[in-house]
C-alpha cells in the first residue's frame, strides 16, 4: 500500500507550477509539502485527491492509476482542506456523522460522542455550529480525524485556527495515526513529533519551472 | 446507494426546515406574482380564465429559478461539495438526491397552492386538477434542468443572471404543454392526453440525463 507520485507537472491558469515532481508515501510515513506562498501547494493537494488534472505525470494508489480506480482510492483517502466542511445550521454532532457516513464508514454515535469529547467539544455537541468560534468550527471538521479509518490523510493547513491544546491534541492524533501504519501529507510549518515512522519534507520551490512563470517578463 | 440517497435528502431537508424563510420565500413569490396580474390587467372573469394557464406557468418558472442558484452555492462555499466529490459516492445519486429535495421543497409546494390560482382566476375545478396534475409533472423537469445550470455557473461571479439566461430558454417546452394542457382542458373538445404523454416524456428523459450531465458539470466546477 503506497502512493506513488512521478513526473508530475500541474499549470494554473497559464502559470507552470511545478514540473517533474516524484516521490513515494510508504505506511508509516509523514509528508510534508513546504514552499513559499502560490508555489502550488494546494494545487498539488487537490490533484493528489484527484480533484484537479495534472498535465502531465501520474499518480498511483497500490501500484494502480486513481483516476482509474476513484472509488478504492477514495476510501482510503481522508482529504481536510481549508474550508471546514460543516454546516452551520447542524449540530456539531450531526455534522460528524453526516461526513462519517457519507465517506463510507460505519455509524456508531457512541464514537462520534467520544471523538468530539476528545477533541474538546464535550457539551457543545448538539449546539448549531454557527454558534461555536473559528476554532471549535476547525474542531468539528477535525473531530473526523479521530473516527476515521483511512489510510491516507491529506490534510491542508489543519493547524490554522487552533489554539495550543488542539495544536497538541492534533499532532497527537496524526502521529498515532502514523504509529498504526497510516500515511499523511500536510501542508504546515507546524512540526509534529513521531513516536515512530518516518518524516519526508518535499519543498515546492525546488520543482518550480522558471519557463513557464508570467512573472519571468 | 440507496442509503447515500436518503442521507443527503434527509440533510437538505433538515437544513431547509431550520431555515424555513428560504421555502416560503419561493412560495409567496408565486402567490405574488399570480396575484399582480389581475391588478394590473383587469378583473374580467373571462380575460383572467384565459391568461391562467400562463400566468401559472411562468410563475411558477420563475419561482423555481429563484431557488436554484442556492441549490450547490451553499454548499460549495462551505466546503461540503467538495467533500462530497471525494466520497467513494457516485456522484450522480448525490446529485439526484440534491434535485430531488429541491423539488420537494420548491416544486411541490407550487402543486399544493395551485387552487389559490384557481380561485384568484374564476376557474372550475375540473381546470385546477389539471393545472395540479400538470404542475406535479413538468416541476420536478424544472428542478433537474436548473441542476444543470446551477452546476454550470457554480462559483462564477453573477452567476444567479446568467442561470436565467441559460435555463430559461430551455424551460420552454414545458411551458408550452404545461399550459397548452391546461388550456385545452378548458374546451368542450379538449384532449389533454397528448400534452400528458409529452409532458411525462420530458420527465423521463430528464430524470435519465440531468443527474449525469449536472455531475459533469460539478466536476468542472469545481476543478
Not at chain 1, 491558469?13 to 514552499?35: A, H, T
Not at chain 1, 462519517?100 to 455509524?107: A, D, E, F, I, T
Not at chain 2, 421543497?105 to 381546470?127: D, F, K, Q, R
Request: proline share 4%; net charge negative.
Amino acid at each position: 500500500m503506497s502512493l506513488i507520485v512521478s513526473d508530475l507537472q500541474c499549470t494554473r491558469g497559464n502559470r507552470q507550477l511545478f514540473s517533474e515532481l516524484n516521490f513515494q508515501l510508504s505506511p508509516k510515513q509523514l509528508l510534508f509539502l513546504e514552499g513559499k506562498n502560490g508555489s502550488g501547494k494546494t494545487t498539488l493537494i487537490r490533484t493528489l485527491c484527484g480533484l484537479f488534472i495534472a498535465d502531465k505525470g501520474n499518480i498511483l494508489w497500490q501500484n494502480q492509476p486513481i483516476e482509474e480506480h476513484l472509488e478504492v482510492y477514495r476510501k482510503a483517502l481522508f482529504y481536510l482542506g481549508h474550508l471546514n466542511a460543516i454546516k452551520g445550521d447542524l449540530s456539531a454532532l450531526e455534522n460528524l456523522r453526516f461526513n462519517h457516513l457519507m465517506s463510507g464508514q460505519k455509524n456508531n454515535d457512541d464514537d462520534l460522542l467520544d471523538a468530539l469529547e476528545r477533541i474538546g467539544l464535550f457539551g457543545y455537541e448538539d449546539f448549531p455550529t454557527r454558534e461555536l468560534s473559528q476554532g471549535q468550527k476547525r474542531r468539528v471538521a477535525l473531530a473526523r480525524l479521530i473516527v476515521n479509518k483511512s489510510p491516507l490523510w491529506i490534510l491542508d493547513e489543519p493547524f490554522v485556527a487552533l489554539d495550543v491544546a488542539a495544536v497538541e491534541l492534533l499532532q497527537q492524533i496524526i502521529s498515532q495515526h502514523i504509529e498504526v501504519g497510516g500515511m499523511a501529507i500536510l501542508t504546515t510549518h507546524q512540526a509534529v513529533p513521531l513516536t515512530e515512522g518516518e518524516v519526508q519534507h518535499i519543498n515546492l520551490d525546488d520543482f518550480a519551472t522558471k519557463s513557464g512563470r508570467v512573472t519571468d517578463a | 446507494m440507496l442509503n447515500t440517497f436518503w442521507m443527503i435528502l434527509k440533510r437538505d431537508l433538515k437544513l431547509a426546515l431550520r431555515r424555513r424563510s428560504e421555502v416560503f420565500t419561493v412560495l409567496f413569490f408565486f402567490i405574488i406574482v399570480v396575484s399582480l396580474f389581475p391588478l394590473g390587467v383587469g378583473f374580467n372573469e373571462k380575460m383572467l380564465q384565459e391568461i391562467a394557464p400562463g400566468v401559472a406557468w411562468i410563475a411558477a418558472l420563475l419561482a423555481s429559478m429563484l431557488a436554484l442558484e442556492r441549490l450547490f452555492a451553499n454548499d460549495y462555499v462551505d466546503g461540503t461539495l467538495e467533500q462530497m466529490l471525494l466520497t467513494p459516492q457516485p456522484l450522480s445519486i448525490l446529485v439526484f438526491a440534491k434535485m430531488t429535495a429541491h423539488w420537494l421543497l420548491t416544486g411541490l409546494p407550487l402543486v399544493l397552492v395551485a387552487p389559490v390560482v384557481g380561485v384568484l382566476y374564476h376557474l372550475e375545478a375540473e381546470t385546477v386538477i389539471t393545472m395540479m396534475l400538470m404542475l406535479l409533472l413538468g416541476t420536478p423537469v424544472l428542478s433537474m434542468i436548473g441542476a444543470i445550470g446551477a452546476a454550470l455557473t457554480l462559483g462564477l461571479r453573477g452567476g444567479g443572471v446568467l442561470i436565467s439566461l441559460l435555463i430559461l430558454p430551455l424551460y420552454i417546452p414545458v411551458l408550452v404543454y404545461g399550459s397548452g394542457a391546461i388550456a385545452e382542458s378548458r374546451l368542450q373538445s379538449g384532449n389533454i392526453e397528448p400534452h400528458i404523454l409529452l409532458l411525462s416524456a420530458f420527465l423521463l428523459l430528464s430524470l435519465i440525463f440531468s443527474p449525469w450531465a449536472t455531475a459533469s458539470a460539478l466536476k468542472i466546477s469545481l476543478e
